[in-house]
């Protein structure tokens, strides 16, 4: 396997300190606000990263962290009239709603800021004994002049830092490179106790001590966005190898692109952001992952109005490959071998290249836009081997569908995209079926005449019963309509021995 490592800006080979361990730490969101798109690109990619190291069968120990004090959540918290930490964990509680639709598996550890105190304290101390930070009325700087290292991740030099650092922010700083590592009390604020003083510890401070702690030194894979290179994550470097003395910190850093709109980043203090929680209500959430997976993490990923149905489009492709095969093998885990034709062997090779090629895909710094083609291919594969008009369907040929199913499955899991047990319609389908509800009250007597479900769901499955009504009673003009406008809304109803069935384009 290899990644892209920013810290040696080249693609390496991804080797575990420990053998078929990896240990990642990835930083959280600062709890003040509900995530927005750009948020959950790094927690929808370092997921799959993840997912991916388990499919290989790495064992992943997964820290993220929550930033549970900080400026932002002081001042969020003094407008809406409350407790920091209460909104903290109010927004703690949001984030995890959103994160669990979106499929992102919990960490084994998600430490927050303000239950580590102690571990910050002790890491601010020893950089003070050994001269590389200093106080200054109560505040404790790092001196970046110290650290020999430093901008090695951003590759950015001293006089380029320098060149745009405003000296008049802090007067206090030695050097205007320096930055805070514990920060004096203000009125009003939460504190603890120091030996410099009643403080709170500086943003930077604490995703070293923590992921040190969980991790220990040197561990495997420390990852976020693009935008924590610089400051965040070089002077995570700079804290925690001067604080050991040695390096490196982590061994490999892996940074994602930006989300952008009409190509600028997307950002809360810019103000062009999309919530997470408002997409939720107008798009299932498999949706949104797709959509976030369908480029290389590295590179930008922009959102316009038309991203979002054109990654619904492509994840019904996918969805729908796997209701085939669940179809024809009616659920079975397993079927007789019995002697395969060379069709089913030649099947059961390509299904097997395709594996290959998705792994290929994975294995070369995790490119799910490559690996999703392989998928694609994998359903071209399966829809043209059952569809063919040779096919049938003995128990060799099923138990090679199944193995089929199986690898498919798998595949899709190990990217979050695998459809639930039973596959609903998401809530960019409510408007439009609403609509077609409507337009057949008058012609569809009682089944219509009640309030119409919420869910976009019961209201097809109310359409669908008309439908059968309506064929009972040899009204196929209304029952044609019915069909024919689904249809338009990319439903796509079969009738079958079964009953009627339902698809989406």
Not at 54 to 69: A, H, L, S
Not at 414 to 419: D, E, I, S, V
Not at 473 to 501: H, M, N, V, W, Y
């Amino acid at each position: 396997m290899k990644v892209y490592n920013t810290l040696s800006k080249q693609k390496e080979q991804l080797l575990p300190k420990l053998p078929q361990q990896m240990k990642i730490y990835t930083c959280g969101p600062t709890t003040y606000n509900f995530i927005h798109l750009g948020n959950a690109r790094p927690l929808v990619i370092f997921d799959t990263i993840r997912r991916y190291l388990e499919y290989k069968g790495y064992r992943v120990t997964y820290i993220q962290n929550f930033t549970d004090i900080d400026d932002k959540i002081i001042n969020r918290a003094r407008e809406e009239n409350m407790d920091p930490f209460e909104l903290a964990d109010k927004y703690i509680g949001e984030y995890f709603r959103d994160a669990d639709a979106l499929r992102v598996k919990r960490a084994d550890v998600h430490p927050r800021a303000s239950e580590h105190i102690p571990e910050m304290l002790e890491m601010v101390k020893v950089l003070y004994e050994k001269g590389i930070a200093y106080e200054e009325g109560g505040d404790v700087y790092f001196s970046v002049r110290k650290f020999r290292g430093y901008g090695k991740l951003s590759g950015r030099s001293l006089e380029e830092m320098l060149a745009g650092a405003r000296i008049g922010v802090d007067e206090r700083k030695h050097d205007p490179l320096d930055f805070v590592l514990w920060k004096a009390a203000k009125p009003g604020e939460p504190a603890w106790e120091s030996p410099w003083g009643m403080g709170r510890p500086g943003w930077h401070l604490e995703c070293s001590a923590m992921s040190i702690k969980y991790l220990g030194f040197s561990f495997d894979i420390h990852g976020g966005g693009s935008d924590l290179i610089f400051p965040h994550h070089e002077n995570e470097i700079a804290q925690a190898e001067a604080y050991t003395g040695s390096a490196p910190f982590a061994r490999y850093w892996i940074h994602n692109g930006f989300v952008t709109i009409d190509q600028e980043k997307m950002s809360k203090s810019l103000g062009n952001f999309f919530i997470v929680r408002d997409l939720l209500q107008e798009w299932a959430p498999e949706i949104l992952r797709f959509f976030l997976l369908s480029t290389h993490y590295r590179s930008p990923l922009d959102y316009g109005s038309g991203s979002l149905k054109s990654a619904r489009k492509s994840y019904n492709r996918l969805a729908n490959t796997l209701e085939l095969l669940d179809g024809i093998t009616d659920g079975k885990q397993d079927a007789a071998v019995g002697r395969l034709s060379k069709d089913a062997e030649a099947f059961r090779d390509r299904i097997a290249f395709c594996v290959a090629k998705f792994e290929k895909a994975m294995d070369d710094d995790f490119n799910t836009a490559l690996g999703l083609a392989a998928l694609y291919d994998m359903g071209r594969e399966i829809n043209a081997f059952i569809n063919n008009k040779d096919f049938v369907p003995t128990p060799a040929v099923i138990h090679v569908l199944i193995q089929a199913r199986q690898s498919y499955q798998e595949l899709l899991d190990t990217l979050g995209l695998l459809p639930g047990e039973k596959r609903e319609l998401g809530p960019e389908y409510l408007e439009g079926i609403r609509e077609i509800a409507l337009s057949l009250q008058d012609k569809a007597g009682d089944l219509l005449q009640s309030p119409l479900p919420q869910d976009p769901q019961g209201i097809l499955d109310i359409l669908i019963s008309v439908r059968q009504e309506a064929r009972a009673q040899k009204d196929f003009q209304l029952s044609d309509q019915l069909r024919d406008a689904l249809k338009k809304e990319g439903i796509i109803l079969e009738d079958t021995p079964r009953g009627t069935r339902w698809r989406l384009v």
